[in-house]
């Protein structure tokens, strides 16, 4: 199904010569860093929406399913599907560092859209719990349940899917992709919308990845 493995050697002659280009050493610094502010300014935006009143939009589709917590089986499929897309985005520098900045970009327009469409938490809502998120992101006194629109763990795996290039890998993580979108709907953790925002997401932040740093 997938590619003849990569062996050490040459995943360390990738790295060595996308490393001796000053672009790829600045571009990579700076969406290391633009990530590590990111995940600086989460709590306190996080707090902010959570505490300002917001609307439920119309969801048919939510309404008629009902809610169970399925939270250990989406977590269990996202970090197979980061393990998986990590290890065939790592021995393709120009390629992970594309993933980088698309996933910096993905998060950016999220903030954005977060700001903008201020969301109460769907009915029946029953609360995600991924035990590394919520220790080191969004700790918070309360559950935060307004970080809606788009899903943003349905846009990551999705993004993996588009940056480790057609293929066995691709078909899984887009799999992956369809799985974790069903699964945060019977978890009520997302309105349907958020699903189809996130589907419309992970390909522009890819595609504007690749203008400011190149295919890869």
Known sequence: MFTRPTSLVSVRAAWRQAWARPAFRARLGAALAGLVGLAAALPRFFAWIQARPGYQPP????????????S????????????????????????????????????LLRLGTLALLPWEAPPQLLVLHDPLVDRWFYASATSITKDLFFSGHTAT????????????????LLLGTGVVAVLVLVQHAHYSWDVLGALAAAPLAWWLAGRLVGRG
Do not use: E, N, Q
Request: proline letters at 8%; charged letters at 15%.
């Open 72 to 107: 250990t089986a989406t977590f269990l499929v996202i970090y197979a599907c980061l393990v998986l897309g990590l290890a065939g985005l790592v021995p393709r520098p120009p390629r992970l560092l594309r993933a980088l900045w698309g996933y910096l970009l993905l998060h």
């Open 157 to 172: 795996v999705l993004l993996l899917a588009l940056a480790v290039g057609p293929g066995g890998r691709r078909r899984l």
């Open 59 to 70: 969801d048919a589709l939510l309404r008629a399913l009902p809610a169970r917590d399925v």
